[in-house]
């Protein structure tokens, strides 16, 4: 695969890359660079995650050495399970599952622990420095990433380490990329300003959209819609049974209208890369059974009041059960660690 090509399979449903033109040119020298994604373990997953699991796919594909890493003591930081590091820990084992159910290919993948890699000391001197290169108000600023604000550092002086931390990760691994959503660009944006300011190398962020919950999102700020572990009916998770998922979809917010509609954003980020079309069963007498090939023809359809808000949300109802059957499979062929994550978080 040429350099061209890999940059494509890269940048394909990228909401931002910083630059493409350092992404480019690193494609075109090196045949392996080095890329991660970073997750806190901290409760069942939903369907928002099937953006990231499809592009972690595509930078396998393009030739890329990947970690998934598991940012225990960050979720600690960030009182995920209540502080309970062995419930975070467990989180994680569970999730390794959900990479593979979502056909990430594990032996192609990485999976690291964030408390494997402070054990090095090197680790903590990367991120005094980067402390040093970094205002205090800019760090406080960047505590978003953790769904945090920025007075909360005055209750817990922990969290000002959560986006040094995250930087740090970043530098300790020697990575070319940095992948994660657009909710985590603060921190990509701190390591790339430390990268300049200490003379080390610069890494590029990837950022992808994130899948707003079913409720809706904030049009001023997309981060702060967000499909939600804390809210149930505020999205999908990825082993649900079919009559959940229809159920959710079906109170889903769907406007006559595509801007702001969770319902289109589903079929846009996930149903689209995964399944290529969308076929919406109706009866007769309101036009029979619509197919659609891409999400365009979709949009145009729905944006000229050709598809009723009703018939769109059955259709991706049905969708969505089928996209995420071989994700039912595999959890009722290896249910161990999901069962245990269940029981620990009653």
Not at 176 to 204: E, N
């Amino acid at each position: 695969m040429d350099a061209e090509a890999r940059y494509e399979l890269v940048s394909r449903n990228a909401e931002e890359i910083v630059t493409p033109e350092e992404l480019r040119a690193l494609l075109a020298s090196n045949s392996s660079p080095r890329g991660y994604i970073g997750f806190e373990p901290s409760g069942l997953v939903h369907v928002g995650w099937m953006i990231c699991a499809k592009k972690i796919t595509d930078l396998v594909e393009a030739g890329f050495d990947f970690t998934i890493f598991f940012a225990d003591w960050h979720a600690y930081i960030n009182d995920k399970f209540g502080g309970d590091i062995e419930k975070i820990r467990l989180c994680a084992k569970y999730m390794e599952d959900c990479f593979e159910a979502l056909e990430v290919p594990r032996d192609k993948v990485r999976f690291e622990f964030a408390s494997k890699l402070m054990d090095d000391i090197d680790y903590w001197e990367k991120l005094i420095n980067i402390g040093k290169a970094s205002s205090l108000m800019r760090v406080k600023r960047a505590m978003t990433i953790m769904g945090r604000t920025e007075d909360e550092a005055e209750v817990d002086s922990s969290k000002v380490l959560y986006p040094l931390m995250q930087a740090s990760d970043i530098f300790a691994m020697d990575l070319d990329v940095a992948y994660a959503g657009m909710d985590q660009r603060r921190a990509h944006m701190l390591a790339r300003d430390a990268a300049d300011k200490l003379k080390w190398k610069k890494p590029i962020a990837l950022h992808t959209p994130l899948l707003p919950g079913l409720k809706g999102s904030n049009r001023m700020d997309p981060t702060a819609g967000k499909m939600s572990k804390s809210d149930p009916d505020s999205g999908i998770l990825i082993h649900d049974g079919p009559e959940d998922i229809k159920r959710k979809i079906s109170k889903a917010f769907c406007p006559p209208e595509v801007e702001g509609n969770p319902v289109m954003d589903m079929a846009k980020m996930i149903i689209f890369p995964r399944k290529g079309k969308l076929v919406i069963e109706r009866s007769a007498k309101f036009g029979g059974p619509l197919e659609f090939n891409s999400y365009p023809e979709l949009e145009d359809s729905y944006r000229g009041g050709r598809l009723h808000p009703m018939d769109l949300k059955n259709g991706i109802g049905v969708a969505m059960v089928d996209v995420l059957e071989p994700v039912r499979t595999y959890f009722r062929n290896n249910p161990r660690n999901l069962e245990a994550l269940k029981q620990a978080i009653k």
